[in-house]
Each structure stands twice: as C-alpha cells, then as structure tokens.
C-alpha cells in the first residue's frame, strides 16, 4: 500500500485511541517529508505487515487461552517481522516504535474482558470504567494564595503519574467553592518495557510506592520483554505486585519468542482482580480469619 493508502486505514479504526502503534505509524506518516528514502520504503512494507497484524487480532473475541495463545502467535510473528529485517533501526529509540508494539499489544489482550465488565455495569456508570493510557492520581495537597483565599476557596492539588496502559476511574475532587480538578483513579497501572535493568526497576518501585499510597486497591505491574536486573535481587520487597518477563530471558543472548503461558498468566491475573472482592472486613474475618 502508498502512504495515503495506509494513512485511510490506520484513521478508520473506531479504536485508534488505543492503538499506540498505529499512532505511532501514523505520526510518522505525518513527517513524510523529514523521512529519509529508506525510511520511507521500510515504513510502507511495514505498513503492509501491520495491517495483516491487526487485521487478524480483530478476527479474535475473548480471553480464553485459547484466544490468548493465538493473539501471541500473531505476535510473535510480527516481531519477527521487524527482527528479521533489521527494521527496528531505521528509525531512533527515541520514536518509540518498538515499544508501541507492547504498549498496543497489552489493550488488545485486555479489551474484552473490560467490555464484559461494562456490561455487567449500570448504563449510568459504564463510562466510569476506562482503559488506555492515562496519568494516574498517586497523592492530593491543599493550597490558597493566602489565608483569606485558604479559608474561603481551598484549591486542590494533585499529584499524577504517567502510565503506559492503565484501567481506571475517572474522578473530579473539589472542595467548598474551590476550583474542580479532574484526574483517574487507577485500579490496574501497567508499566511496558522493551527491557528493564536496576535503573528502570529502581524508578518503578518509586511509581508503585505512589500509586498504591493514592489507591492501595489497585494492582502495580510491569509487564517487560526481558529482564536486565541483577537475579540476586528480589523486588518482593517494594510494592510492585508482578513482573512478567515475557520472553523469560535477559535481553543479551538468544532472543526466545513470547512466551504464551506468561501472557495468559497476566490476564488472569487482572482478571482475577477485578472480579475478587476488595474491602469486606468483616466477611474476610468470618470465612478466612484474616483481616488483609
């Protein structure tokens, strides 16, 4: 297909919000002019590729593992696409191409079962539950211009995080006649990566410490290719509720395909999430004993 070919399909997606590689393709088709020639021939044959990549994830509804270990598949073979034919530095780490790739991936997988849950809602509320990129409340602060503005109109302030797939709640905080500010109440925060070393990992327990202190209900995961940290440590520690490593490896050495059943874990996970109960004190004490 031509660039103008491939821009009409990529703006028809109903989806396209959500679609981080596909926004990322057509951004660049949006910068024609500043491509280089090889550029551009590579991003018209990836343009063919990715078209055939989501053209059969649309083919599969659900989460089963069936579905999942398909969707993977699909996957596997796209990156393979890209790692076959050296596409992938063509263009700088800093357009974020690959990473778009997981980023899309991760609504993909989780889309259904966040249509299920809608329905399962009140049609006044089904607008409340929310998927895709999104900054995250993590802590709110007070403030005024002086006492007299304190007292009268107290502003809010608030505190967010930026987050690479996110299900969330929206909200809008006010107090007294103070000024409504708006943010999300995350309930699942995923961060993606191509890989993650002690830096990368360092920073994401921060995130998860600020995410979990603003909603202690909310599930913390990262979700990365492979795994660059140190295995002599253990993240337990930190407030981190999983890493999944999908391709099970660190990023040197022989690059193993996505691995099917860790995918699947993560979907059951986060299903399991939102369908368990969160804060029934008195029926965790009666059933189990425990409080927590």
């Known amino acids: ?36 020639s090889q550029q551009k021939e590579a991003l018209l044959i990836i343009g063919d590729e990715y078209e055939k990549y989501l053209k059969e994830n649309d083919k599969l509804v659900g ?20 790692d076959n034919n050296d596409y992938y530095n063509i263009f700088s780490s800093q357009g974020k191409f690959r990473s778009t790739i997981l980023e899309e991936f991760t609504y993909l997988l989780i889309k259904d079962i966040i249509a299920d849950k809608q329905k399962s809602l009140k ?12 900054r995250a409340y993590t802590n709110l602060y007070f403030l005024g211009a002086n006492l007299v ?6 502003q809010i302030g ?31 925060s995923i961060e993606n990566k191509t890989y993650i070393d002690k830096t990368m990992l360092e920073g994401a327990i921060a995130t998860a410490e600020k995410i979990k202190s603003g909603n202690p209900y909310s599930l913390y995961l990262i979700v990365t290719e492979n ?15 999983q890493i999944y490593v ?16 860790v995918v699947y874990g993560l979907v059951c996970d986060i299903k399991n999430h939102l369908d368990r109960g969160w804060s029934n004190v008195k029926k965790k004490m009666e059933e189990t004993g425990k409080i927590l």
């Open 246 to 261: 999908l391709r099970k490896s660190k990023r040197k050495g022989e690059l193993k395909p996505i691995d099917a059943n």
């Open 63 to 82: 989460y089963t593992k069936g579905v999942v270990n398909e969707r993977v598949k699909i996957l596997n073979k796209y990156y393979d696409f890209f």
């Open 123 to 134: 049609d006044e509320i089904k607008e409340f539950l929310q998927i895709g990129s999104s």
């Open 158 to 188: 608030v505190n967010q995080k930026d987050q690479d797939f996110a299900i969330f709640r929206p909200i809008t905080l006010s107090v007294g006649n103070g000024k409504e500010t708006k943010t999300n109440l995350p309930i699942v």
């Open 1 to 36: 297909m031509n660039k103008d070919e491939l821009k009409k399909f990529i703006e028809s997606r109903d989806d396209l919000q959500y679609l981080k590689h596909a926004s990322n393709i057509l951004a660049k088709i949006g910068g024609w002019n500043k491509l280089t």
């Open 227 to 241: 795994y660059d940290v140190d295995l002599q440590i253990d993240p337990i520690y930190s407030r981190i509720d």
């Open 149 to 154: 503005d304190f007292i009268e109109s107290p």
